[in-house]
């Protein structure tokens, strides 16, 4: 069995307590919201580069018994942006919308907004490190249940993940482009792919047999990558997010933050 040795952890403020004998998760996130012009800008950017085509969503903040309401949604264009324009005074949530790796940012709009307002905001997409590969093919493992819940959150064990379906998506367009499931020893194979990024969305089943979401991987194809093939682990990190691995010699990362 192996154990995998994560080099980043999942974003926000993330402790692991032991209370009454149990293990406990507690993450916590605060922000204040950005003062913003009732017209402002939103860019997406991937390590400086803009990405197009992606969804910019402005929605209202919960109040109460009220759950968020999507005010206006907006494409980024070739350079990345998105305006809102004469949008009402009040407290919004501003964020990418996509349903692998979706982010946003709480902003105050004010009539008349101080010196401090800002008229461009930038948001990080997807905001985690892919797995840079050369092809979309090789061995998936992950966690092995022992039937002790506790045990396996404090000393998880790793084996062949068979019957597991992979869905893999573009990562802009979101359109699925090929699914299929690992075999017993957890062998799988994707025909070639252009260079770019993709997300591989991994479905085991519980024990009624219901296959259900274990988060995605953001794959980048690449034919310089170091890395020619991909053995996927994957494990349950801190924070209920997915992290993952490739034994092939790439960096791991901690990506799942739904």
Same mark, same amino acid.
């Given at each position: 069995?192996?154990?995998?040795?994560?080099?980043?952890?999942?974003?926000?403020?993330?402790?692991?307590? =032991?209370?009454?004998?149990?293990?406990?998760?507690?993450?916590?996130?605060?922000?204040?919201?950005?003062?913003?012009?009732?017209?402002?800008?939103?860019?997406?950017?991937?390590?400086?580069?803009?990405?197009?085509?992606?969804?910019?969503?402005?929605?209202?903040?919960?109040?109460?018994? &009220?759950? !968020?309401? @999507?005010?206006?949604?907006?494409?980024?264009?070739?350079?990345?942006?998105?305006?809102?324009?004469?949008?009402?005074?009040?407290?919004?949530?501003?964020?990418?919308?996509?349903?692998?790796?979706? %982010?946003?940012?709480?902003?105050?709009?004010? @009539?008349?907004?101080?010196?401090?307002?800002?008229?461009? *905001?930038?948001?990080?997409?997807?905001?985690?490190?892919?797995?840079?590969?050369?092809?979309?093919?090789? =061995?998936?493992?992950?966690?092995?249940?022992?039937?002790?819940?506790?045990?396996?959150?404090?000393?998880?064990?790793?084996?062949?993940?068979?019957?597991?379906?992979?869905?893999? %998506?573009?990562?802009?367009?979101?359109?699925?482009?090929?699914?299929?499931?690992? #075999?017993?020893?957890?062998?799988?194979?994707?025909?070639?792919?252009?260079?770019?990024?993709?997300?591989?969305?991994?479905?085991?089943?519980?024990?009624?047999?219901?296959?259900? !979401?274990?988060?995605?991987?953001?794959?980048?194809?690449?034919? #310089?990558?170091?890395?020619?093939?991909?053995? *996927? &682990?994957?494990?349950?990190?801190?924070?209920?997010?997915?992290?993952?691995?490739?034994?092939?010699?790439?960096? #791991?990362?901690?990506? &799942?933050?739904?």
């Amino acid at each position: 069995m192996r154990n995998p040795r994560p080099r980043a952890m999942s974003i926000g403020y993330c402790c692991i307590l =032991f209370l009454a004998g149990e293990l406990a998760n507690a993450c916590s996130e605060s922000s204040m919201p950005t003062e913003v012009s009732p017209s402002f800008s939103v860019q997406i950017l991937n390590e400086g580069e803009a990405i197009a085509g992606l969804k910019i969503e402005l929605s209202t903040e919960p109040k109460g018994d &009220q759950e !968020s309401r @999507t005010v206006l949604i907006l494409v980024s264009d070739s350079k990345g942006w998105a305006t809102f324009r004469a949008v009402e005074p009040g407290l919004y949530f501003v964020g990418i919308k996509h349903a692998a790796f979706s %982010s946003s940012e709480e902003i105050l709009v004010k @009539t008349h907004p101080s010196k401090n307002a800002t008229e461009k *905001l930038t948001l990080e997409w997807p905001g985690v490190e892919p797995l840079k590969v050369q092809s979309l093919s090789g =061995f998936l493992d992950g966690p092995v249940s022992s039937g002790q819940p506790l045990e396996d959150q404090v000393h998880p064990r790793y084996g062949p993940l068979g019957d597991v379906r992979l869905t893999l %998506s573009d990562a802009i367009s979101e359109e699925l482009l090929e699914s299929q499931v690992s #075999s017993a020893s957890g062998a799988f194979g994707f025909r070639p792919l252009a260079a770019g990024l993709y997300f591989l969305d991994i479905e085991p089943q519980n024990n009624q047999g219901t296959r259900y !979401s274990m988060g995605f991987v953001p794959i980048e194809i690449d034919p #310089s990558a170091k890395a020619s093939i991909l053995n *996927l &682990q994957v494990f349950h990190a801190i924070c209920g997010s997915l992290g993952y691995v490739n034994r092939d010699g790439t960096d #791991s990362t901690n990506a &799942q933050t739904h």
